[in-house]
């Protein structure tokens, strides 16, 4: 009797709950929706633009390194403000042929080298990856001479004892920091390029002559105008950035929840497309602009004083020292250390995508040291070797002037795989290259094609 009268009160009780229970679960979705609703009030629609910014940005500011800064501060010392128009013109060729590549990677989920691999011979692939190679590696040798030299420039001490720091750290950085945090540190390191903006606004610049220079082109049939203009071509269309940029759109569809290449994911392709061309398109402005300022602060300072014989970045500061101040050498000299952490990894990076992805290796930052030990052996020893160069008097120049000519070997014939591959089914499937930008890619390949030729030629009058 008691055991029934217990049965029943337990009865009372579960069924007591039931409503409770439901009204709880009731109410929770209206809590949820309430929250999710609140949440899309306070949230744009569309990703905040610093999200959106990343492999095109990176790639763009990275074009601005050490290096590059010594050709712009060459062009500026010795044409003054006559060659600017070169940037203005480049611009449109530059973001449609790393808007190709990264098109490439994101459609295919492979890199640059893994789809040459796959549909072209691998004499091709292996004559091209090992040149760029041989020239990243000397590209690394020139960035950290650079950043030892505005270093030793700043705080003295040892110049080659600063080249060792940082290709040390550059390499730990590489391997050991997770890709989402480091991708997240060079986008913040991109706003070093931002000192030579302000350099140019710190000293006297006669806008007017700026202006003509940029919109009204000058072409001078001199050895020494020609060879300028063919090294800003090379500087600012380079190889490495066209590896770089396809790579990493395949680590962003790692990183990304429920990203797929596109050609297993067409639903994706509209926003996709949409997001690359604005980070490309911005990441590539940005590095023509900056390349314009640091053009504008030395034809302003160096070239207005007769100066006109630069041929490194550290020189170009110590120059504009005794002329513009101690303000503009610092922010000059500063910006030289910080576009330099911010290209060693992507030359050493490229580097490292194209020789393990040749060989089939596995392959990303995304990865863990272990699980791809030849990848981030490949950047260690580029690097590793890029530093020693600088302990055997590696002569900048000299050493810029070869990897130009590498680069301009490269660039053309990479550019017409990259232009074939993008125009393929077999490779791009439903998503080959539409008329306008296949137009602007063919019209930027024939320009380099006519750079390297007019290189090799001025190479012989020299």
Not at 10 to 35: D, H, L, T, Y
Request: charged share 15%; net charge positive.
């Amino acid at each position: 009797m008691a055991e029934a009268t217990l049965a029943r009160d337990r009865g009372r009780v579960r069924s007591a709950k039931k409503p409770a229970a439901k009204e709880a679960n009731a109410k929770q979705p209206r809590a949820m929706q309430a929250e999710a609703n609140e949440a899309e009030a306070k949230q744009p629609e569309s990703p905040k633009l610093f999200q959106i910014l990343g492999p095109g940005l990176i790639t763009g500011a990275s074009d601005d390194d050490p290096s590059g800064i010594a050709t712009y501060s060459q062009t500026g010392a010795q044409y003054g403000y006559q060659l600017g128009w070169i940037l203005l013109f480049t611009w449109p060729l530059m973001c449609a042929i790393q808007e190709i590549s990264a098109r490439v990677g994101r459609v295919t989920g492979k890199g640059l080298a893994g789809v040459i691999r796959q549909h072209y011979a691998r004499p091709i692939l292996y004559a091209l990856v090992s040149l760029l190679l041989i020239a990243n590696t000397i590209n690394i040798g020139a960035d950290l001479g650079a950043m030892g030299a505005a270093v030793n420039l700043l705080i003295g001490g040892s110049r080659l004892l600063y080249v060792g720091m940082f290709a040390v750290v550059s390499v730990l950085l590489e391997i050991f920091v997770r890709y989402s945090r480091y991708v997240s540190v060079l986008k913040w390191l991109t706003l070093s390029l931002f000192a030579y903006v302000g350099t140019a606004f710190v000293v006297h610049v006669p806008w007017g002559n700026v202006a003509h220079g940029l919109f009204i082109p000058t072409i001078s049939l001199d050895i020494g105008s020609l060879t300028v203009v063919v090294a800003v071509l090379g500087t600012t269309i380079s190889p490495y950035l066209f590896f770089w940029q396809a790579s990493e759109e395949v680590e962003e569809i790692g990183e990304c929840e429920g990203a797929r290449p596109l050609k297993h994911a067409p639903r994706q392709a509209e926003p996709e497309f949409r997001r690359i061309r604005l980070d490309t398109y911005l990441g590539m402005a940005l590095s023509n602009a900056v390349a314009l300022f640091i053009v504008i602060t030395t034809a302003a300072t160096l070239n207005a004083n007769g100066i006109t014989d630069i041929q490194t970045s550290a020189q170009a500061a110590e120059a504009l020292r005794p002329i513009a101040g101690q303000l503009v050498f610092l922010i000059f000299a500063l910006g030289i250390v910080g576009t330099g952490l911010l290209a060693l990894p992507v030359l050493a990076g490229s580097a490292a995508y194209a020789v393990g992805e040749s060989f089939g290796w596995r392959v990303g930052l995304g990865r863990r040291p272990g699980g791809a030990p030849e990848f981030y052996l490949t950047i260690a020893v580029a690097t590793g070797i890029g530093a020693l160069l600088n302990f055997i008097d590696l002569d900048p120049f000299k050493a810029l002037f070869w990897s130009a000519v590498i680069n301009g070997v490269v660039a053309a014939p990479l550019m017409v795989l990259i232009m074939h591959l993008a125009s393929r089914r077999a490779s791009m499937g439903r998503f080959t290259l539409p008329l306008p930008l296949k137009v602007v890619g063919w019209v930027a390949t024939a320009v380099m094609a006519a750079a390297a030729v007019g290189m090799l030629a001025t190479m012989g009058t020299a």
